[in-house]
């Protein structure tokens, strides 16, 4: 079975967790959620998050791709981690996938994992690292790391998770019961 890891930090953007988590669930991916520390995870809004296991328990343990929620404070707690850059750097050196939404891909540079690299972000979040190229598409995929911009594209970045790990027919199938509109909403 196909595992992935979501990293949880206090002030992590909960939409963007939860949608990835959920829609990999619904593809048949086993998610691995791992608290940083023990307990439950206040993410940025006020919503508790209860993680499986702590980062602790799966340091040894391998996953086809290890995903990272944004939200300032969240993205700040796990780019100060050094568990958590050293998995990731084992994760890029094994040719296994990363990525990161929101604040998250500055995580990632912080690791040294984008130089070079075609990638997104929340507007401002990557503005200071050199060598990268930036887009401002939704979702970017390059070789085996991809990025997002935020909350507004949480669903488009994990559909696109799944594609890379399941296959398009598998993503169209988690996709088709969500009800997406195919035109543009209009508020009324």
């Given at each position: 079975m196909v595992r992935v890891l979501v990293p949880l930090a206090e002030g992590c953007e909960e939409l963007e967790a939860v949608t990835v988590i959920d829609l990999l669930r619904r593809a048949g991916i086993e998610v691995v959620v791992a608290g940083l520390a023990e307990g439950a995870v206040k993410a940025s809004r006020g919503v508790v998050l209860v993680p499986d296991v702590t980062l602790d328990a799966v340091l040894e343990e391998n996953f086809e791709m290890i995903v990272l929620p944004g939200g300032a404070g969240g993205a700040a707690r796990l780019e100060a981690d050094a568990r958590l850059r050293r998995l990731l750097r084992r994760q890029a050196d094994s040719g296994r996938y990363i990525a990161a939404i929101c604040a998250a891909p500055k995580v990632l540079a912080e690791a040294g994992l984008l130089s070079g690299r075609r990638?997104?972000?929340f507007p401002g979040f990557l503005d200071q690292v050199e060598g990268v190229n930036y887009e401002t598409t939704a979702v970017v995929v390059d070789g085996q790391v991809v990025t997002s911009r935020g909350p507004g594209t949480a669903l488009d970045f994990a559909l696109n998770l799944?594609?890379?790990?399941?296959?398009?027919?598998?993503?169209s199938e988690v996709e088709a019961p969500l009800q997406r509109p195919s035109?543009?909403?209009q508020y009324r």
């Open positions: 990638v997104t972000s799944i594609a890379l790990l399941l296959g398009e027919r598998v993503a035109e543009q909403l």
